[in-house]
Every structure is written in structure tokens, then in C-alpha cells.
């Protein structure tokens, strides 16, 4: 991983078959803080998007996991840490 500097932030990022993919996380926690990080995983719509880019991109994706997290996100009871 090599880490760049944006605003006086580091942003690490990865090269994988000459694409680069850069951590949404340290974007996210320059921006509001860890606080910020787990609201974001809260929504619907971002589990939405992570579930597709999963299934687009990981060919081990975990579907029936995915399938109890997606069933839990947007409620005021559902919580997820950036490791889950």
C-alpha cells in the first residue's frame, strides 16, 4: 500500500492490475472522524452500493452474510464497525 497526501491528510491507496484503489475509509475520517465512518455504514443506500460492488468484484463475496446485513441496515438498531 503506498499512502498519499490530500489536504494535509493521508489517503493510503493500492495498485492492482494498473487500476488504483484508494481507501474510502481514510477519505471519510479525514473528513468527520470515526463517528463519521460508522454513520455512513448505517445507511441503506451505502450498503446497496457495497453489496454490488461486492458481488461485481469479489468472486468469494459472502452472499448469505450479506443478505443479514442488508436486512438490518437503515434501522435505528442497526450498528456496523468498519472491520465488520
Known amino acids: 500500500m503506498s499512502e498519499l497526501n490530500v489536504l494535509n491528510q493521508k ?10 484503489y484508494i481507501s474510502i475509509t481514510d477519505m471519510l475520517k479525514s473528513k468527520d472522524g470515526d463517528f463519521f465512518v ?16 461486492e458481488e461485481i468484484h469479489n468472486p468469494t463475496f459472502n452472499y448469505g452474510e450479506f443478505a ?17
Not at 489517503?11 to 488504483?20: A, C
Not at 460508522?38 to 460492488?53: A, H, M, P, Y
Request: aromatic share 12%; no cysteine; glycine share 4%.
Open 38 to 53: 460508522s454513520d455512513w455504514l448505517r445507511n441503506r443506500n451505502t450498503i446497496e452500493f457495497l453489496g454490488i460492488w
Open 11 to 20: 489517503i493510503t491507496y493500492m495498485k492492482i492490475n494498473d487500476e488504483d
Open 68 to 84: 443479514i446485513i442488508k436486512s438490518q441496515a437503515g434501522l435505528n438498531s442497526y450498528k456496523i464497525s468498519v472491520k465488520e
